[in-house]
């Protein structure tokens, strides 16, 4: 009958308890603008007219990129009247109309151009880029297996040092592997779409040369293993 060491650990079975880490620095597999259309005017309808053409005309570019779109969607929306300052009558001065929009990209070629493109249009405004992984990215595994290996090879050279073997896995603890925070958000407006004036259509603006940020992918683990009686 074979007999299994205790997992609490004693003199014939001594336990160990180590930590595994690994942090790997790799390219990033997405990039997430927001883009926020903004209508103003004195008619509410017409002002909601305007602001459903703009918007309109934001999803027939971003759908134009095809697979390199990977993700594309509208957030809030709003209509909002702008009261006078002067006399005790609500009366509306005008009204504001604002929708937001999320584009996530995996051309990073076509992130360049599609952001100038829409940072070209008029009253709307982007924000952005924030780079990413997806969460099932191989990144994050490979960060997980570096932390188990960490924590097996160090294990073993404690092990080793008192001339003693690993002879068990008795715990191994998750502690995350996440992707580090986006970078913080720039300030409002860090990049706004042209106002609209009249004359000649302007000359396209050149795309944008963007260098992406590469991710820091994180992983820990705690492991607990019973070693053979060390020789002291």
């Known amino acids: 009958m074979t007999h299994t060491p205790p997992s ?3 003199p014939e079975h001594p336990r ?5 880490e690994a942090r790997l620095e790799v390219d990033p597999e997405t990039a997430r603008i927001t883009v926020t259309v903004t209508a103003r005017g004195k008619d509410r309808r017409n002002t909601l007219e305007d602001l459903t053409r703009r918007n309109n005309h934001v999803l027939e570019l971003a759908r134009s990129y095809g697979q390199a779109m990977e993700k594309l969607e509208t957030g809030a929306i709003s209509i909002t009247p702008e009261l006078t300052q ?3 009558n609500e009366q509306i001065h005008a009204y504001h109309g604002r929708v937001h929009i999320t584009a996530v990209l995996n051309d990073f070629t076509a992130l360049g151009e599609f952001t100038t493109r829409i940072a070209d249009l008029d009253m709307t405004r982007v924000n952005g880029p924030w780079w990413g992984l997806r969460p099932d990215s ?5 960060a997980r297996r570096q932390a188990v ?3 097996v090879q160090r294990a073993r050279e404690y092990a080793d040092a008192l ?3 690993l002879t068990a896995l008795v715990e191994l603890a998750d502690l995350g592997a996440e992707n580090t925070a986006p970078p913080a958000l720039p300030a409002p407006g860090a990049m706004r779409g042209r106002a609209a004036f009249g004359g000649a259509a302007p000359e396209p603006a050149p ?4 260098e992406p940020q590469r991710q ?6 705690n492991a607990r293993f019973i070693m053979s009686p060390p020789k002291l």
């Open 163 to 165: 001339g003693a073997q």
């Open 16 to 20: 160990v308890a180590v930590r595994g």
């Open 138 to 142: 191989p990144a994050h595994g490979t």
């Open 207 to 210: 795309a944008l040369d963007l």
């Open 149 to 151: 290996h960490e924590a």
């Open 8 to 10: 609490y650990g004693t």
């Open 216 to 221: 820091t992918v994180y992983a820990q683990v």
């Open 86 to 88: 002067k006399g005790r």
